[in-house]
């Protein structure tokens, strides 16, 4: 009710909490995308929202079923133009990069496929975007190395081969070799949190850089996160102390 009454995720017009947390993100990717000093410097935040439209439409495809309440605002792309990628299955139309990693996708009819190949796809496209500004390709290199280290993680305890693993990973600059490997995810999540935090805070004060908006990015990642900690406690009945919530 308090979520509800501060206006939190309102523009998703749903009222679950994976929704509003979804919304709230999304219009702050939007947000940060328009306040940036370079106009274009931070469309690689508004892309997740048009990846998770992407996979919605897409899916919705497969099953036959609408789903447009799941859809996102803040994306770089309208949600019409990616309807008509999903219907025509060209994505040339969104870029020249994105219609090659998306060629064929329409043919999968593993949703898990279908959603990783998206993902990949869009990461890739971050990438791109990021141009050669070092600040955001380094916070993008090491988002990629801990988001592989995590799906190595799961891997193992899925007891999937090198290939299956091979899929899912994220398209890095470095292109190191990732495989099945032991680890405790809260933790690697937590160190990944704490890594990008370091990658910013040297420019976090930066007036004329993407540093203080970065910074700021992050700290909506922590609160959505621990927003989901708490309710999941609570739904289990858990206590949850400070350290469960700690960067």
């Known amino acids: 009710s308090l979520l509800r009454e501060w206006g939190y995720g309102s523009s998703s017009g749903a009222d679950d909490l994976e929704s509003r947390i979804r919304s709230q993100l999304a219009d702050t990717a939007a947000l940060l995308r328009e306040i940036a000093p370079v ?3 931070l469309d690689v935040f508004c892309l997740p929202a048009d990846a ?3 996979k919605v439409l897409l899916k919705s495809r497969l099953v036959g ?3 447009d309440r799941l859809l996102l605002a803040g994306g770089c792309y309208e949600t019409e133009l990616l309807r008509v990628c999903v219907e025509v ?3 040339s139309l969104l870029s020249p990069l994105l219609g090659e990693r998306l060629r064929g996708v329409g043919d999968l009819t593993d949703p898990f496929l279908l959603s990783v190949t998206v993902d990949n796809a869009m990461f890739a496209q971050m990438l791109h975007d990021a141009g050669k500004n070092e600040l955001l390709r380094s916070y993008l290199r090491t988002q990629a190395d801990f988001v592989n280290r995590l ?3 799961r891997a193992n305890r899925l007891g999937w081969s090198q290939q299956q693993l091979d899929r899912v990973l994220l398209p890095a600059d470095d292109e190191l070799p990732v495989s099945p490997q032991d680890g405790d995810l809260p933790e690697v999540e937590r ?3 704490r890594a990008l935090r370091r990658v910013v805070a040297g420019q976090k004060d930066d007036s004329f850089g993407p540093g203080p908006l970065l910074y700021y990015w992050l700290a909506r990642q922590q609160e959505a996160r621990a927003l989901r900690i708490l309710f ?3 739904r289990a009945g858990q206590p949850v102390t400070m350290d469960d919530l700690e960067l």
Do not use: R, T, V
Request: charged share 25%; net charge negative.
């Open 191 to 193: 160190e990944m949190q």
């Open 52 to 54: 998770h439209n992407l």
């Open 65 to 67: 079923e609408p789903a």
């Open 39 to 41: 106009p274009g410097l």
């Open 89 to 91: 299955d060209d994505y």
């Open 151 to 153: 799906s190595a993680i």
């Open 232 to 234: 999941a406690a609570k």
